[in-house]
């Protein structure tokens, strides 16, 4: 089949678009560590406030790592403010107790949605002590914009 110059090139075009997107999703997923969820684990969540497992959200620290234990709610996350060790294993145990919130902390892997209902775990490690900005990354209402906390890494203590 006798295929014309300008054919050939937009179909090789076409295909490199397309093998960078599969670039795209290869480098960002693997290389950035991204995993499905893999968790489930249920809540009533009008009772969230109630409920043994998030009546006191907090940090807890032991010799193996954290537990961090928080929930989103129109317009804030509590707490607040959490502290972790660098270079140990922090599993975040998160729900919401009315819509769908997102849980981001921007320059990290950490970025799951908080459903009403649910409960999303899921453990990561932080290297680089230091500030990170926790973002809601779900649009959940008109306070969306405003509803951030913080998260502070610790140098381990020797
Ligand atoms: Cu919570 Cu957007």
């Known amino acids: 089949m006798n295929v014309p110059l300008y054919e050939k090139i937009w179909m090789w075009a076409a295909g490199g678009i397309i093998a960078a997107f599969i ?16 968790h489930v684990e249920t809540i009533d969540p009008t009772q969230v406030f109630k409920d043994p497992r998030f009546a006191h959200p907090a940090v807890t620290v032991d010799a193996n790592g954290a537990t961090v ?12 403010e959490i502290r972790v060790p660098a270079g140990k294993r922090v599993t975040f145990r998160m729900t919401s107790t009315d819509v769908t919130h997102g849980f981001l902390i921007v320059g990290t892997n950490a970025n799951t949605m908080l459903v009403p209902g649910y409960v ?5 490690v932080f290297q680089r002590p230091g500030e990170y900005l926790i973002v809601c990354n779900e649009y959940c209402g008109l306070g969306h914009h405003l509803m951030s906390a913080k998260l502070i890494v610790e140098e381990a203590k020797p």
């Open 69 to 80: 234990v928080a929930f989103g709610m129109m317009y804030g996350f509590t707490p607040a």
């Open 120 to 124: 999303s775990q899921f453990t990561t």
């Open 23 to 38: 670039a795209i999703v290869l480098v960002t997923g693997v290389g950035g560590a991204l995993q499905p969820p893999s």
